[in-house]
């Protein structure tokens, strides 16, 4: 069956930076555009950013844009989300995702598969 894991996440002050990554079996990686989602506690699940299947197209919500950057290794079937400049406002549980849509996927219902979430805390 298909799985996404994601590594652990962690506690960082602000202005620090994390790196995720996410491991995917079960599916043919390359087949598959990937992104990252967040979920604050009382929010709605939203979009981080997105890579194509190839790696060649990304995307990212303005919130994050410039800060963090999502990169893919098909040859490991990983994809990454290194954020830098942490705000407390990055604090949320971070999920991959993986679609089997072409071009890049901005909302949760194009996503076929999801890993189970990690904890990303900054503190002020």
């Known amino acids: 069956q298909v799985q996404l894991v994601e590594s652990r996440g962690g506690l960082v002050q602000a202005g620090g930076s994390l790196r995720l990554s996410c491991a995917a079996s079960?599916?043919?990686?390359?087949?598959?555009?990937m992104g990252w989602f967040r979920q604050a506690p009382g929010k709605e699940r939203e979009f981080v950013a997105a890579i194509s299947r190839s790696g060649g197209s990304t995307d990212y919500a303005d919130s994050v844009k410039g800060r963090f950057t999502i990169s893919r290794d098909n040859a490991k079937n990983t994809v990454y989300l290194q954020m830098n400049s942490l705000k407390p406002e990055d604090t949320a549980v971070y999920y991959c995702?993986?679609?089997?849509?072409?071009?890049?996927?901005?909302?949760?219902?194009?996503?076929?598969?999801w890993g189970q979430g990690t904890q990303v805390t900054v503190s002020s």
């Open positions: 995702a993986a679609t089997g849509d072409y071009g890049l996927g901005y909302v949760t219902n194009r996503y076929d598969y």
């Open positions: 079960g599916l043919t990686f390359g087949s598959y555009a």
